[in-house]
C-alpha cells in the first residue's frame, strides 16, 4: 500500500522515537542496579545558566552555498521562581541567493509549586518565510510535571492553552484557541555526552486539521569544561500548510556549543 506523502516525516519521528527508547533501555539494562537507579531527587541547578550555539557550513566551486545558524538559551531561577529566554536563527545563501531564513525567540515565566512540578505563562513568535509562516504569535497558561528528575535522566510533560495569531505568505490570516502538549527526555550516556529528545503537538480547537507538530533530537559531547560539539535532527509539520507549501520541514545541524 502506497503512504500519503505526510505519513513519511510522521513514521520517521515515530521510528527514532522508538530507537531513542531502545538505546536508553540498552543503556540501563549495562550498568549496576544502584546506579540505573538514582535517588529521583532534582539536581542541585544554579541560578543562572545559559549557552550559546553557532553553526556554519560554507562549501565554494561548482556551487556557493553559505549557511549559519545562531542560537541562545537563557535560564534564571530566584526560587520559587522561573524564567527563561530562548532564540534562533537560521540563514542559507545558495548561489548568492536567499533560499531559507527562520527566526523564533521564545520568553517564559514560571513558578515553583513542588520539586517536581510548576505553572508558566510563555509568549513565542516565529518567522518562516519560506515554510509559509510571515509572523505567528503563540501566548499560552500552562503547568509542568517532571515524572523523573535525577543525575542520570529528566523526563518532563507539559500542558498549556493559549491563544494563536498566524499570518501567512499566502495573504491568510489566523486567529485561533490553540493547545501544547509538550514531552522534554534528556539522558546522560556518559559525563561527558548525554542525549535528548524534545516533541510539542500543538492543536487548532477550532479547526482539528490545522494542528502542528515540532520534534528535535540532539546528542551533543564535551569537548572541554566550557564547549561541546551538538548534532541535532528538528522536524516540523503543519498539517493544514499555506498555498504552495508542504507539510513537513526537517532541519539537520552540527554546532558548537558554550555553557556559561
Do not use: C
Request: cysteine-free; charged content about 20%; hydrophobic content about 35%.
Amino acid at each position: 500500500m502506497k503512504l500519503a506523502s505526510w505519513s513519511r516525516p510522521l513514521a520517521r519521528v515515530l521510528t527514532l522515537t522508538f530507537a531513542i527508547a531502545a538505546v536508553t533501555t540498552s543503556a540501563l539494562a549495562q550498568v549496576p542496579v544502584d546506579a540505573a537507579r538514582p535517588p529521583d531527587v532534582a539536581p542541585e541547578k544554579p541560578a543562572f545558566e545559559g549557552t550559546a550555539e553557532v553553526s556554519a557550513l560554507v562549501t565554494n566551486g561548482n556551487t556557493d552555498n553559505q549557511t549559519t545558524g545562531l542560537s541562545f538559551d537563557l535560564a534564571w531561577r530566584p526560587n520559587p521562581w522561573l524564567a527563561n529566554l530562548k532564540s534562533k536563527y537560521l540563514t542559507t545563501i545558495s548561489q548568492e541567493t536567499l533560499t531559507q531564513e527562520s527566526f523564533e525567540i521564545a520568553g517564559r515565566a514560571g513558578r515553583k509549586l513542588t520539586e517536581k512540578s510548576d505553572t508558566f505563562v510563555e509568549h513565542t513568535y516565529l518567522k518562516n518565510q519560506f515554510a509559509g509562516t510571515d509572523n505567528r504569535m503563540i501566548s499560552s497558561l500552562g503547568a509542568g510535571y517532571f515524572w523523573i528528575q535525577s543525575d542520570l535522566q529528566t523526563l518532563r510533560t507539559e500542558a498549556a492553552l493559549g491563544y494563536t495569531h498566524e499570518d501567512r505568505t499566502d495573504q491568510t490570516k489566523l486567529g485561533f484557541m490553540s493547545g501544547l502538549a509538550g514531552l522534554i527526555y534528556k539522558y546522560k550516556l556518559s559525563p561527558t555526552a548525554d542525549i535528548s529528545h524534545e516533541t510539542k503537538y500543538l492543536p487548532n480547537f477550532q479547526n482539528g486539521d490545522d494542528w502542528r507538530l515540532t520534534t528535535e533530537t540532539s546528542l551533543s559531547a564535551a569537548i572541554s569544561s566550557m564547549f561541546s560539539s551538538k548534532v541535532a535532527w528538528k522536524y516540523e509539520h503543519v498539517n493544514d500548510p499555506p498555498a504552495g507549501k508542504i507539510r513537513g520541514d526537517t532541519t539537520t545541524t552540527v554546532s558548537l556549543l558554550a555553557k556559561f
